[in-house]
């Protein structure tokens, strides 16, 4: 069997180096691209982002992002989104009060958290969503979480994967799995040993 | 379920190279930071710090590319410190590997670049790194340092970690100049002081000599801990830091 192929979309946002490297250290060929038909043509597509929602999203179109999201989720081909580019999947996101379109894969919105303590920053446990392929093995981890924004509720449609994660009372989606797109609001490259097997739980679902 | 209090090994590196107080286990080469953070992240930590005390630009290309292996070797988190003067420094940082970058004197100097490196890239990838001291002269009691705790900066060390959180700090690395190399404890003072004042993550430095001294510093409000010499000598293990934390009641990470 080849080593499967992983486009990490390069779209201007965050630190592509690591996610790569963590991608490469689970048997895979990582290849950073801004290209859609080579993103779209991957086994596995990593949308990694950092920073604001509004500004991540403007740089995602403008290497045709969200459509090569809708097409390879459309097609049953993985997608992987690595905090903000997990906040992209949702229909809108709202910070400093104004609100802006999402790829709209998943419905709810990104909102500010509620905790006294911002940015939730550090290593959280979470509370794994029942079949979950994604935290098969993992479920007790910890995993590095640094963000101030999430996903509260939404109305969620059947068959999906919801894992929940908690800070300073403020309950919020840490993770979803939704047919062949798999999402993660914290860092499983920055997160260890649980994000290497976290990330190879998401590499094996891939062809290769 | 709640975050765990971090434990976080700090490396001085001078022109890629890791200096100060390395004298310990079974490294083959004690000077290698990316052997030394390896050595770390197996043993636990929960994430890593490199200050950057190179002067030359030269000395500054080395340590991009120390972080750049680093980040390829060990998967948690890495802030880098040292020289950071602007939006420039930090692209290129981040770029290289690192998550998150400490700003000091180049924010004093310019407070301005706390808010366009934030506006950037987002505040938390700003740690506000603030070299206090007690000085009488200040309303608080606490004063800011400079040039490693020798000169001061003429601020007081409350309203400027009030003022850096305003401007975008999404967290602050408070290192005590007074508790410093002394290894008899952190300044708790110091760091309930910070901590009544700012909401963001707290990192609590300097003073570290016994495991009971990061629970006084946890019980104190910090959400993680540094330290340096301590473990470079293997004086203390992250395992046993950890461990004594968690007989207090704090939640941390097993690694």
Redesign the interface.
């Known amino acids: 069997m080849s080593r499967p192929v992983v486009a990490i979309l390069d779209y201007g946002s ?2 592509l ?2 996610a790569s ?2 991608i490469e ?1 689970r048997g895979c060929e990582a290849v950073l691209t801004s290209d859609a038909d080579a993103a779209f043509a991957a086994d596995g597509l990593v949308v990694p982002g ?3 929602f509004a500004a991540c999203l403007d740089g995602l179109r403008a290497v045709g992002g969200p459509d090569v999201i809708r097409r390879r989720l459309a097609s049953g081909r993985p997608v992987l989104g690595i905090c903000v580019g997990h906040q992209a999947m949702f229909a809108a996101g709202i910070e400093h009060g104004i609100e802006a379109p999402g790829v709209g894969v998943l419905p709810g919105t990104v909102d500010q958290l509620t905790s ?12 794994a969503a029942p079949g979950s392929v994604l935290f098969d093995g993992v479920q007790d981890e ?1 995993f ?1 979480f ?3 924004y999430a996903v509260h509720e939404a109305n969620w449609p059947d068959g999906v994967r919801l894992t929940w ?3 300073g009372g403020d309950r919020f989606v840490a993770a979803v799995e939704y047919g062949s797109l798999s999402s993660t609001q914290f ?1 499983p ?5 649980a ?2 097997r976290l990330l190879r739980n998401w590499v094996a679902t891939l062809a290769g | ?4 209090i ?1 434990v976080i090994p700090c490396l001085d590196v001078h022109d890629g190279r890791v200096v100060k107080g390395i004298n310990f286990r079974s490294l083959r080469d004690a000077g290698d930071p990316v052997e030394l953070a390896t050595t770390y ?1 197996l043993e636990g930590a ?1 994430e890593l710090t490199f200050l950057d005390i190179s002067a030359s630009s030269d000395g500054r290309a080395t340590t991009y590319e120390m972080v ?1 292996r680093t ?2 070797t060990v ?3 890495l802030c880098v410190g040292g020289g950071v003067r602007g939006v420039d420094d930090v692209d290129r940082l ?6 998150k970058i400490g700003i000091n004197t180049g924010a004093i100097t310019r407070p301005e670049a706390i808010d366009e490196i934030a506006a ?6 700003v740690v506000l790194s603030l070299d206090a001291r007690r000085e009488a002269g200040q309303p608080s009691g606490f004063g800011v340092t400079t040039h490693g705790g020798r000169t001061s900066a003429g601020l007081d060390a409350i309203e400027w970690a009030k003022e850096a959180v305003d401007r975008g700090a ?2 602050i690395l408070l290192n005590s100049m007074d508790a410093d190399g002394t290894t008899s404890g952190f300044d708790l003072e110091m760091i309930e002081a910070v901590r009544a004042v700012v ?3 707290l990192i609590a430095s300097g003073g570290a000599g016994t495991v009971e001294h990061f629970v006084d510093a946890a019980r104190a409000g910090a ?2 801990v540094l330290a340096a010499s301590v473990f470079h000598y293997g004086t203390l293990r992250i395992a046993g830091v950890k461990q004594a934390l968690s007989q207090a009641g704090f939640p941390v ?1 097993l ?1």
């Open positions: 965050g630190n180096h690591s490297r963590a250290a950092v920073g604001a006294v303590r911002l940015p939730h920053m550090g290593w959280n446990t979470v509370v910890r590095y640094v963000h101030s994660c908690e800070h860092h490259e920055k997160s260890g040993d994000g290497a | 379920m709640s975050l765990a971090r992240g929960d750049r980040a390829e998967f948690i988190p981040l770029r290289t590997g690192a998550d950037r890239f987002g505040n938390q990838v999404g967290e909401d963001v993550p959400d993680a990470r690694g």
